[in-house]
C-alpha cells in the first residue's frame, strides 16, 4: 500500500456506546454471594452492572456501538476504512472484529482485534492513529467491548462484585489541526499474575511420548491490593509523561477520563494530579469494571449530554491485566 500524508493530524470526530438491557443491583449480587449494597458501593462506588444475556455476543454489542460513532461522525459504514476491536472476551479466539465489520456491513474495512485488556482502548487509539498518520486509512472505527461476565467466579465476592459488559466506539479521522497532543503507553509482565484471565492445560495424551495440553481458561483473578498500589502510583506518571509530551500542564485539562475500575482510584488520581473531582469523569456506579469498554462508554456519554464540549482537553488513562497502562491526551471534535 502506498504511503500518503505523512504527519497528518487526527481528530476523535464521532462516539458511540451500547450497553446490554440487564441490570444486576449490589442488592441482586447479594443475593448470589454474601455481600451487600453497603459492602460494595463503599469500597468501590459500583451499585450496578450490566449483563449480557446468552443471546448477546461481544460482535453485536461492538457493532450497536460502532453504528452510533459512525452515525455521530457522519459517515456510512461504507466509508469505513479500518476497524479495530479492542477486547479480552472475543466471541471467537481467533478473532471478533470481522464479525463486527459483517454485522455493520462495512465492506471495505479491514478488521482486526486488539487485546491489552483494560488499557486496550487507549493502546488502540494510539494505534490506530499511527495507521492515519501514515496516510494508511482515513476513517477508523476504534471499538472497546467486553462480556466479562462469561469469565467471572460468581462465587467469588472479591472479583464477581467488580466486572459488567459493555461496548464503546469512537471515529477517528485525519485532521488539519492534530487533535491526539500525546500519549505514553507502558508494560510490565513480571507483574501478569496479580491480574489475569489464564488458560489452564490438562494434558491429553495422543500417543505414547506425545502429550498435548488442553483445558479452558480459569475465570477471573485479582489481588486487589496489588492492583489498586499499582494504579494509584503508575497512572499519575504516565499521565504526567503525556501531558509533557503534549506540551500542557493539569491546568490545561478539563477532563480526567480514566479507566471505570473502583472510584477509590478515581479520586486518589485526581488528587494525585490535584484534578478537582467534578473534572474527573465517572459512570462506574452504573456500569461496573467494563474493561476496554470504560473509557469510550464514558465519553460517549460525557459527549451526548452536552458536558464535554468541542475543543475540550481530555487526558484518558486505561490499566490493568498485563500489567498494562498508558495515557492519552487529546481534544474532542475537529
Known amino acids: 500500500m502506498v504511503l500518503e500524508q505523512v504527519g497528518i493530524g487526527i481528530a476523535v470526530t464521532g462516539t458511540g456506546s451500547a450497553i446490554p438491557a440487564v441490570s444486576l443491583s449490589n442488592d441482586g449480587l447479594s443475593q448470589i454471594v454474601e455481600t451487600s449494597d453497603e459492602w460494595i458501593s463503599s469500597r468501590t462506588g459500583i451499585r450496578h452492572r450490566r449483563l449480557a444475556v446468552p443471546a448477546e455476543s461481544l460482535a453485536k454489542l461492538s457493532a450497536e456501538a460502532a453504528k452510533a460513532a459512525i452515525a455521530t461522525a457522519h459517515l456510512t459504514p461504507m466509508d469505513i476504512d479500518l476497524i479495530l476491536l479492542a477486547t479480552s472476551t472475543p466471541d471467537d479466539l481467533f478473532g471478533t472484529a470481522?464479525?463486527?465489520?459483517?454485522?455493520?456491513?462495512a465492506t471495505k474495512a479491514v478488521a482486526f482485534d486488539l487485546t491489552a485488556a483494560c488499557s486496550g482502548f487507549v493502546f488502540g487509539m494510539v494505534t490506530a492513529a499511527q495507521f492515519i498518520r501514515a496516510g494508511a486509512y482515513q476513517n477508523v472505527v476504534l471499538i472497546g467491548a467486553d462480556v466479562l461476565?462469561?469469565?467471572?467466579?460468581?462465587s467469588d465476592r472479591r472479583t464477581c462484585v467488580l466486572f459488567g459488559d459493555g461496548a464503546g466506539a469512537v471515529v477517528m479521522q485525519p485532521?488539519?489541526?492534530?487533535?491526539?497532543?500525546?500519549?505514553?503507553?507502558?508494560?510490565?509482565?513480571?507483574q501478569n499474575h496479580f491480574l489475569n484471565l489464564a488458560f489452564q492445560p490438562r494434558p491429553?495424551?495422543?500417543?505414547?511420548?506425545?502429550t498435548v495440553g488442553q483445558g479452558t481458561f480459569h475465570p477471573i483473578t485479582m489481588n486487589g491490593q496489588e492492583v489498586y498500589r499499582f494504579a494509584v502510583r503508575r497512572v499519575p506518571e504516565v499521565i504526567e509523561k503525556a501531558l509533557f509530551r503534549?506540551?500542557?500542564?493539569?491546568?490545561?485539562?478539563?477532563?480526567?477520563?480514566?479507566?471505570?475500575?473502583?472510584?477509590?482510584?478515581l479520586d486518589a488520581v485526581g488528587d494525585r494530579l490535584k484534578i478537582p473531582a467534578e473534572k474527573v469523569i465517572s459512570n462506574l456506579a452504573k456500569y461496573g469494571n467494563t474493561s476496554a469498554a470504560s473509557i469510550p462508554l464514558a465519553l460517549d456519554e460525557e459527549v451526548r449530554q452536552g458536558k464535554v464540549k468541542a475543543g475540550d482537553t481530555i487526558v484518558s488513562a486505561g490499566f490493568g491485566?498485563?500489567?498494562?497502562?498508558g495515557a492519552?491526551?487529546?481534544?474532542?471534535g475537529r
Open 98 to 105: 470481522c464479525l463486527v465489520q459483517a454485522e455493520l456491513g
Open 149 to 154: 461476565s462469561r469469565w467471572v467466579d460468581w
Open 175 to 190: 485532521n488539519e489541526r492534530d487533535r491526539l497532543l500525546g500519549f505514553e503507553l507502558r508494560s510490565d509482565g513480571t
Open 204 to 210: 491429553k495424551e495422543l500417543l505414547r511420548g506425545t
Open 246 to 265: 503534549a506540551n500542557l500542564t493539569i491546568a490545561d485539562v478539563d477532563w480526567l477520563l480514566l479507566h471505570q475500575a473502583n472510584q477509590r482510584i
Open 321 to 325: 491485566a498485563g500489567l498494562t497502562w
Open 328 to 332: 492519552t491526551v487529546f481534544q474532542w
